[in-house]
């Protein structure tokens, strides 16, 4: 079956001077998507930008219009990691409507596995606040779309970004519907995500958070990762959803964890053996070295299709 990939330039309109989080990390993955032939094996998908309505599923009415309102007077900081241009709250409805879009072909059988390149990312914006480069919650927003479907009762949700998906957990915290597996360098930004933060109410024990001190060897965390996944199985969600930061690489300027493109590949065969026949897509969200973020996407995703 084919893979399904969203790739568009109007990523690259959120564009804010000096920022690590730059236009320059889509030109990476564009052209290694060239290099490895990529999108001619692919089933491109088009997509809207996100009704305001839709993103009022996991965000404040308040924080949504705060941002269409930074951009509306040029730019602005939503906090200071955060960085608004004219063009940014418009991108923002665009990455999550492309995640949306992948979430619900998935689901419907134009494909089964798939990735969506966008920015901004989305895993560290919460109910109530935009921040760490994050506008809107991509992956959140793609996990409502599934779950509005006949056949998705409940999801999990793996990232395995360097940085804690703090947004994403402070979403579904109280969720029994959406399990959230996060293996994250710690202490580290944002400084959530102990693995005594398990859930509650109705999401108790559907949280699992795994901290790991900077400087870790590769076994190390495919142990915890293994883990993890093994957690996920016995949940038996019927799709994943996956955070996919590229930041976790040993070369990220903005983190020290020991992953490499080898290690991305093995990623891709254990969700895909994970997933099964289930829907299973991926989310771009950080990942700054723009040397090895093209390579290492393109081995990922090599690895989801078991090649
Ligand atoms: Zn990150």
């Known amino acids: 079956m084919s ?5 568009d330039s109007c990523f690259r309109d959120h564009a804010t001077g000096r920022h690590p989080e730059r236009p320059e990390r889509l030109d990476s993955i564009d052209s290694a998507f060239k290099e490895h032939k990529i999108l001619e094996s692919c089933h491109c998908l ?5 009704e305001e309505e839709f993103l009022e599923k996991v965000h404040r009415k308040e924080m949504i219009e705060r941002a269409f309102a930074t951009s509306a007077k040029g730019g602005g900081f939503l906090d200071p990691d955060t960085i608004l241009s004219g063009y940014s709250a418009r991108v923002a409805t665009q990455a999550a409507g492309a995640s949306i879009a992948l979430a619900r072909a998935a689901v419907q059988g134009e494909f089964r596995k798939g990735f969506a390149v966008v920015r901004p990312p989305g895993h560290h914006a919460t109910h109530q606040r935009s921040m760490g480069f994050c506008i809107f919650n991509n992956i959140a927003l793609a996990a409502e779309a599934m779950l509005e479907l006949d056949s998705i009762r409940k999801v999990a949700i793996v990232d395995f970004d360097v940085h804690h998906g703090n947004g994403t957990q402070d979403i579904f915290y109280e969720r029994g519907d959406v399990f959230f597996l996060s293996l994250h360098e ?8 102990q693995a005594e933060e398990t859930g509650a109410g109705e999401g108790q024990g559907t949280t699992l958070n795994v901290p790991l001190p900077p400087g870790i060897d590769q076994e190390t965390w495919f142990e915890a990762f293994h883990k993890g996944l093994e957690a996920i199985s016995q949940y038996n969600p019927d799709a994943i959803l996956v955070s996919a930061g590229f930041d976790s690489h040993r070369r990220d300027p903005l983190g020290d964890f020991p992953l490499d493109e080898k290690a991305y590949a093995r990623i891709g065969g254990l969700l895909a053996d994970l997933a099964g026949e289930h829907p299973l897509i991926s989310i771009l969200e950080g990942g700054y070295n723009v040397d090895v ?5 393109v081995a990922y995703i090599d690895g989801l299709r078991g090649r």
């Open 3 to 7: 893979f399904g990939l969203i790739v």
């Open 293 to 297: 973020l093209g390579s290492s996407v």
């Open 186 to 193: 710690y202490p580290h930004y944002p400084g959530t995500g």
């Open 46 to 50: 088009s997509f809207e930008p996100a």
